[in-house]
């Protein structure tokens, strides 16, 4: 068997219970039907590095070939205030497993694609694009199957992201930290006006068992009253306190994103 058939078996496999390759019951090998997967994929650079060569890159020659072959919207995004060294944040969704965990070979391929990727391609080791790339391939929440955006997002107005990572110390907690969102956190930061844009469970990638999601707002105050609701609002109130959901998340991970000027999301 070919090795990226066999990888996309066996996550297709793990999709079919939302779970992490560790817990997924053989039994329930089948597809998560009608759900998005996505790759999160950080590009990270060196320190006082330029994003320019790789974000000419991503706008001329990726995301157009990415959305030939079906992949849309593809968001783009950097910190507002990098911690250190600068990344590049990129999101595909696709209701196709196998065209997401293909997509970058078959982009490859794509003679419009070779072209306009060129001078990206040909970069000398003495000053690469980046330093390395993280990705993670994430399964979409029963709670939120499928990507959102809100107006201000769909319209490109000014908009920023937030996107969270909560990693568990256990596959039982990670898989009950999920649950605590689809039973109604999800809902709730509807309600709020948090615009979440992705709930997704890792499937691979580096420090599983992990979920990420992003939520989004118009500005950084407007976002900040938002999650002042949620913070009161009796449904989470209840959640956190339910002795069923203790102990779930061991480390929380947070960047404040903005899109860049291509951003499709």
Same mark, same amino acid.
């Given at each position: ?11 297709? $496999?793990? $999709? ?19 759900? =998005?997967? &996505? ?11 330029? #994003? ?42 696709? #209701? ?12 490859? #391929? ?9 001078? &990206? ?23 939120? +199957?499928?990507?959102? +955006?809100? =107006? ?12 969270? #990572? &909560? ?11 999920? =649950? ?20 997704? +469970? $890792? ?38 306190n339910d002795p069923q959901y203790a102990d779930t998340v061991s480390k929380m991970s947070k960047w404040m994103l903005k899109p860049t000027a291509y951003s499709q999301i």
């Amino acid at each position: 068997m070919k090795r990226r058939a066999f990888i996309t078996q066996s996550l297709t $496999a793990v $999709a079919a219970a939302g779970l992490s390759p560790a817990i997924v019951p053989a039994a329930q090998a089948q597809p998560a039907s009608g759900r =998005d997967y &996505y790759e999160l994929r950080v590009y990270r650079c060196k320190s006082g590095a330029s #994003t320019e060569a790789l974000e000419s890159y991503l706008e001329k020659a990726a995301i157009p070939a990415l959305n030939r072959i079906g992949i849309k919207p593809v968001g783009v995004f950097t910190e507002i205030e990098a911690k250190d060294a600068p990344s590049v944040f990129v999101l595909l969704p696709s #209701t196709d497993l196998n065209l997401l965990t293909s997509a970058w070979l078959r982009v490859g #391929t794509d003679p419009a694609y070779r072209g306009a990727a060129a001078s &990206y391609l040909e970069t000398p080791k003495s000053s690469p694009a980046f330093d390395r790339i993280d990705s993670w391939i994430l399964l979409a929440f029963a709670g939120m +199957q499928r990507l959102e +955006q809100p =107006d201000y997002s769909k319209n490109r107005k000014p908009r920023l992201f937030e996107l969270r #990572t &909560y990693e568990s110390y256990s596959e039982a907690k990670a898989q009950k930290k999920v =649950d605590m969102f689809n039973s109604g956190e999800i809902e709730t930061m509807h309600q709020v006006g948090l615009g979440p844009i992705f709930f997704g +469970q $890792a499937l691979n990638g580096p420090n599983l068992p992990h979920l990420t999601y992003m939520t989004s707002g118009e500005n950084a105050e407007v976002h900040k009253q938002h999650w002042d609701a949620f913070g009161k609002h009796p449904v989470w109130e209840k959640l956190k306190n339910d002795p069923q959901y203790a102990d779930t998340v061991s480390k929380m991970s947070k960047w404040m994103l903005k899109p860049t000027a291509y951003s499709q999301i």
